[in-house]
């Protein structure tokens, strides 16, 4: 299952979403980041930025150092090739033939091109300098928010099973307590029974 989360850098609203397991990262979308630049043409924002060289040798160390199934061959042909003029990378180009991980192009439900964060702050430098600082500063606001809400969580149910296992514990004693008393008391049994029949008789005998 996909977790979807936005936030606002800058009055822009960024996408961001994670696989949902325990040791997913999160994938921001560099085509919401590329319609601070362009909104009319964000996929062509990405491709400039991925023509450059200096952004390859960027995405093939990232993905060297994350990534043991990356293809280090068509790597190096893609980095003596960028920068020139007849140099042209797309996303699905770069994901396909590097089988990189750090990229994802997604179509439909939350469609577009996503980055890891490391990628996408890159990404984010390259549009604007400020706009990077504005973007990285939100994402720490956000997490920060999540952090506090999984504390709040984890308190609460602590308290909550604390309460539970002392009810238990509390139940647990009245039986043992009643039980002693039916042992050294033969009496109990019948005021049991005349208390309930009491409490019959107001009940329902005044209805």
């Not at 396909?96 to 997604?106: E, V």
């Not at 308190?155 to 008393?181: C, F, G, I, P, W």
């Not at 309930?196 to 009940?203: A, K, N, V």
Request: hydrophobic fraction near 40%; charged fraction near 25%; include cysteine.
């Amino acid at each position: 299952m996909v977790n979807k989360e936005t936030l606002s850098a800058s009055g822009v609203p960024i996408t961001i979403i994670n696989e949902g397991s325990s040791n997913s990262a999160d994938y921001m979308s560099l085509t919401d980041i590329a319609k601070s630049k362009n909104a009319d043409a964000p996929a062509d924002v990405i491709k400039n930025w991925l023509r450059s060289k200096q952004t390859i040798e960027f995405m093939g160390v990232w993905e060297q150092l994350n990534n043991p199934s990356f293809n280090l061959q068509n790597f190096a042909e893609f980095r003596n090739e960028a920068g020139v003029n007849a140099f042209v990378m797309s996303p699905k180009k770069w994901i396909d033939d590097t089988n990189s991980i750090g990229l994802i192009s997604r179509s439909g439900r939350y469609g577009g091109t996503y980055a890891h964060i490391d990628i996408a702050f890159e990404f984010a430098a390259w549009i604007s300098p400020e706009f990077r600082l504005y973007l990285y500063k939100d994402y720490q606001q956000l997490k920060t928010s999540e952090t506090n809400k999984l504390n709040i969580d984890w308190n609460l149910n602590r308290e909550l099973s604390r309460l539970n296992y002392q009810l238990q514990t509390d139940a647990v004693k009245e039986h043992l307590a009643l039980m002693l008393d039916l042992r050294t008391d033969f009496s109990l049994p019948c005021k049991l029974i005349a208390e309930e029949h009491f409490l019959y008789d107001s009940i329902f005998t005044r209805i």
